[in-house]
């Protein structure tokens, strides 16, 4: 599928597909005198080099012409300021009971009005590597911001010959015209509008397409506030969003096995897609962060070329800095050749950050057509074993829409807050603006109709004992070889046990049993809580919390 750019005179006017007022604000702002089209990554590249601030390493693009640049191309560093993460609190949703769309959109007028006397410039790209799940999505951003589009367009795909081609070829969706987001990051909202209007403002209005960043300069903001309007626009045609990592096993036998995970930050999610588990498999990636999965034929897209990774994790030396194409908020240094190379680690500040090449995975793939055969869903919850299976599809699709961590030591908490009490984010997918009732429906239809397993993955501690890596990747690959002994844990029906020696949980210990029933009771209250969040938009059917209450009723009975 492909998304609309063009209309015929009778499909323009109110009221149509593309036409709606949020929209209208923003996409007339691509059209005026003051936009600059850049129409290749060369062009982009050269824009970031020159921009004022701009540290241009003597570290080489490593195939820099396999990417669409120049043989000479270097990686370049550009730091933002203060702010290295993203700013949940600024994101506003067009349609929420709490946003006040028509005020924002006043907000919106003044900040286009505002560059006109600006440089702005125009970029394109597909999100979507396969024709058969193709949008098109285009950036406008102030002169002065040029890394910021450089990177923008290297995280997703530019436009090249070959995916023109295949844009070309796909189906054109009447109803979804392309995505269109205008971004300010020099906007001081308290400049135009009341001082008690946000400074930072993230606004969407995905059932038309389009939305604005103002006031934010972290490249994290760019890369999911695009990937939350594609995703919505996969929802509306049977697909299932998916936050997370997808990879193909293929066995010595001739097997495969596909494996979806989910998780929180932290919980192991790229450490599991990328893991090549000593070469015991021949492995192929989708991806590590985004993907859809068909809910008709459960194959899988990706829908970004290259990885957005944390710094942090890869030293001065480390052999994955080779195929680092920007880098974001890192320190730089001389080397002892006289070269300025970047200073990986988190030394300048936290959450370093680099868009990192598609060739650093060689087994790379754009789509998975096997079925999707597992879902695992990690988690970092103190009173779960490293493994489980749910076998009930209500089950399996609730835990995911409760899917949940453990909160930080160093997290300040206000009075009366149960330091041990979970923090949930469904399906790991803070960026989801649709109803939480889609996602619950179409893993359940995964789970139900599609026969895919589903499982959790405790990747953090079992009652104060770490679960270390090696536990995690053994139980992964005992799944894929179907050598895991899984058998039923007592007294739940719908969940089975695959003990691991050390990690078995003791049934007869009271406050063992207790602490599982608390922090079921925990997911019991989120679900109960969407009935009124919102207005109700994310509430999800009887069946979901009748799962989860059948689960705290057995713990009860011991």
């Known amino acids: 599928m492909s998304t609309k750019t063009y209309y015929k005179t009778e499909e323009i006017g ?3 597909p ?14 005026g005198n003051n936009v600059t089209k850049i129409t290749s990554l060369k062009e982009a590249y050269k824009l970031a080099k020159d921009s004022p601030g701009t540290i241009v390493t003597d570290m080489p693009v490593y195939k820099g012409e396999e990417l669409g640049l120049e043989p000479e191309a270097k990686v370049l560093l550009f730091n933002d300021g203060p702010i290295t993460g993203r700013f949940a ?64 367009m290297l995280n997703f795909q530019y436009l090249s010959i070959d995916y023109v081609k295949k844009y070309k070829d796909s189906k054109v969706i009447p109803n979804e015209p392309d995505i ?36 934010m300069k972290y490249f994290g903001e760019f890369k999911k506030g695009t990937l939350t309007l594609a995703w919505a626009i996969a929802n509306r045609h049977k697909y299932v969003c998916c936050h997370g990592g997808q990879k193909k096993y293929t066995l010595e036998n001739g097997k495969t096995f596909v494996a979806s995970v989910f998780g929180l930050s932290g919980t192991g999610k790229s450490t599991i897609t990328h893991a090549k588990h000593d070469g015991k498999y021949d492995v192929t990636i989708l991806h590590d962060d985004a993907f859809i999965i068909n809910t008709d034929t459960c194959s899988s897209i990706a829908l970004e070329p290259s990885y957005f990774d944390k710094t942090n994790d890869y030293p001065a030396g480390s052999a994955a800095n080779k195929f680092l194409l920007t880098v974001q908020n890192c320190s730089a240094t001389l080397n002892e050749d006289g ?17 990192k090449s598609k060739l650093w995975s060689p087994n790379r793939v754009n789509k998975i057509d096997d079925p999707v055969n597992a879902i695992f869903w990690l988690m970092k919850d103190p009173t779960l074993p490293p493994v489980i299976k749910l076998n009930g599809a209500s089950l399996a699709s609730v835990m995911g829409a ?27 997918n803070p960026f989801r603006t649709h109803a939480l009732s889609d996602d619950y429906n179409k893993f359940k239809k995964l789970v139900d109709e599609k026969n895919v397993d589903c499982y959790i993955l405790n990747t953090g501690e079992f009652m104060g004992k770490k679960v270390e890596p090696k536990h995690t990747l053994g139980i992964l690959e ?56 919102k207005e109700g938009k994310d509430k999800l059917p ?5 799962a989860l209450i059948k689960v705290v009723s057995k713990l009860n009975s011991l």
């Open 14 to 16: 109110k009221g149509k």
């Open 339 to 355: 070269k300025v190379v970047i200073v990986t680690e988190d030394i300048r500040n936290g959450n370093g950050r680099a868009i």
């Open 18 to 31: 593309g036409f709606a007022r949020t929209r209208s604000i923003i996409e007339a702002a691509f059209y």
């Open 478 to 533: 005992a799944i894929v070889e179907n050598r895991a002994n899984f058998k039923p844990w007592v007294p739940f029906s719908d969940i089975e046990i695959f003990e691991i020696e050390g990690f078995i949980p003791d049934m007869t210990d009271k406050k063992y049993v207790q602490a599982l029933k608390d922090r079921m009771d925990d997911r019991v209250e989120f679900i109960k809580s969407r009935e009124t969040f």
């Open 180 to 215: 269109y987001i205008f971004s300010d990051p020099f906007w001081k909202g308290t400049r135009y509008v009341e001082a008690a209007d946000p400074e930072y403002l993230t606004y969407f209005d995905p059932a038309n397409n389009c939305g604005a960043i103002l006031g």
């Open 542 to 546: 009887k069946d979901a919390l009748d």
């Open 402 to 428: 409760t899917l949940a961590t453990k909160r930080s030591s160093a997290e300040r908490l206000a009075k009366g807050i149960d330091p041990n009490a979970l923090v949930v984010e469904p399906y790991a």
């Open 89 to 152: 609190a600024a994101r506003r949703i067009v349609g929420d009971p709490d946003v006040d769309s028509a005020r924002l959109d006043k907000s919106l007028m003044n900040a286009i009005y505002y560059t006109r006397f600006q440089k702005l410039y125009h970029a394109e790209v597909y999100i979507g590597l396969d024709s058969e799940f193709m949008v098109k999505a285009h950036l406008l951003i102030p002169e002065g911001q040029e890394n910021l589009m450089y990177s923008w």
